[in-house]
């Protein structure tokens, strides 16, 4: 299963996700299918990912990356057509798969860039992470404690000027959170790839601020 990790930290926003794919028997691993899986797939308005389903997952992507978007309302109507396609004998799968994407939107002060999520049980509604929330889709024992953690941690910035030590010191953070959850989940890998949405620059983020 994949793991998902998104950061609101004012100034930009982070997306995480791990690169394994795996084979499950009854929800178990059965093996390992790749290790270098992208699963972050940029669209014009930003980054679009998602746990579950994969096939679901699929058809979100292509069809969001494929679009030209201009109102978000547009994206929930192509989350609520991916479900409608869903044969009944699939429909069980609504309920492990979630999207999550980035975008820029107008406010009294501005642009600003913004991370929401998609349930597929209920793909008419959009929620969005408000500034300084977290947020972890992933089986781990302590799950409540791990987002509990990582809130305390992350240390949200007004503006890009000081974007180099704050990407360093979460890029850490969320290498250690990776490296924990593979120990404990056979279905996620420590390596992940990260992204970074600003109204300034947004991309994927150079592997040497995580890797060692």
């Known amino acids: 299963m994949t793991m998902i990790v998104a ?10 996700a791990d690169r394994r794919e795996t084979y499950q028997v009854n ?9 270098d899986r992208q699963k972050l797939i940029q669209w014009s308005g930003g980054i ?5 389903y994969v096939p679901l997952l699929s058809e979100f ?6 679009a030209k978007i201009t109102f978000v309302d547009e994206i ?8 409608n396609n869903l044969s009944g004998d699939q429909s069980e799968w609504k309920k492990t798969t979630n999207w999550l994407f980035t975008y820029g939107a107008d406010s009294p002060e501005g642009e600003v ?20 929330e977290s947020l972890i889709w992933a089986k781990i024992p302590d799950y409540k404690e791990e987002l509990s953690n990582l809130k305390a941690k992350i240390r949200p910035e007004k503006d890009l000027s000081n974007i180099n030590c704050s990407l360093s010191y979460h890029t850490e953070i969320l290498k250690e959170l990776y490296a924990y959850v593979a120990k404990v989940n056979p279905s996620v890998s420590e390596a992940f790839d ?18 060692t």
Request: charged share 20%; net charge negative; proline share 3%.
């Open 113 to 132: 860039s913004r991370v929401a999520f998609i349930k597929s049980q209920e793909p008419e509604g959009i929620h969005v992470l408000e500034v300084g």
């Open 48 to 52: 679009v990912t998602g746990s579950g």
């Open 194 to 211: 990260c992204y970074l949405h600003s109204v300034e620059v947004r991309g994927m983020v150079p592997v040497e601020y995580w890797k």
């Open 76 to 83: 929930i109507e192509i989350a609520q057509e991916c479900c």
């Open 27 to 35: 929800g178990e691993v059965a093996y390992v299918i790749s290790d």
């Open 7 to 16: 950061l609101q930290l004012d100034a930009y926003v982070l997306i995480a």
């Open 61 to 66: 992507k292509s069809k969001i990356a494929d």
